[in-house]
């Protein structure tokens, strides 16, 4: 009995991958997020609120942040325009000149980068001002 020739129609390897058990597993996490996600509770954040302090300062002077990025430093006496370098050193001096009961308060505008008045904080703690606070707008 002769050989059968084989004409190339037997079995062939298949080149691709199978997606369905893929498309099933996505599929049932997909219907178990959407499940549980109704069920989580979103995280609370506690934020500071706006108080008094114990001991209220007896003489305050300003840092003014405007929106232009220019620093001021208001005193009961005068107000001056200072850059990043002087503010420090003359919050410094005139908290060394009033006691320690004087506060410096940092007021910014509302547009002005958060960036500046971090810097203004960084300069005012570089010089060793001790007492820093911020302005903020109460009401709502």
Same mark, same amino acid.
């Given at each position: ?31 178990? &997020? ?38 001021? &430093? ?13 503010? *420090? ?21 509302? *547009? ?26 109460? *009401?709502?």
């Amino acid at each position: 009995m002769p050989a059968m020739a084989s004409r190339g129609r037997g079995r062939r390897t298949i080149n691709e991958i199978n997606m369905v058990p893929f498309i099933d597993v996505m599929l049932v996490l997909l219907i178990i &997020f959407m499940v549980t996600a109704p069920m989580l509770t979103p995280g609370v954040i506690d934020v500071p609120s706006v108080g008094k302090s114990k001991n209220m300062p007896k003489v305050v002077a300003q840092v003014i942040v405007n929106k232009d990025g220019t620093l001021q &430093f208001k005193t009961p006496e005068a107000t001056r325009s200072l850059n990043q370098r002087e503010i *420090g050193d003359a919050a410094s001096r005139w908290q060394k000149s009033q006691g320690p009961e004087s506060a410096v308060v940092i007021s910014a505008d509302k *547009g002005v980068q958060y960036e500046t008045v971090v810097k203004a904080m960084d300069s005012l703690q570089k010089a060793g001002v001790q007492r820093v606070g911020l302005s903020v707008k109460q *009401g709502g």
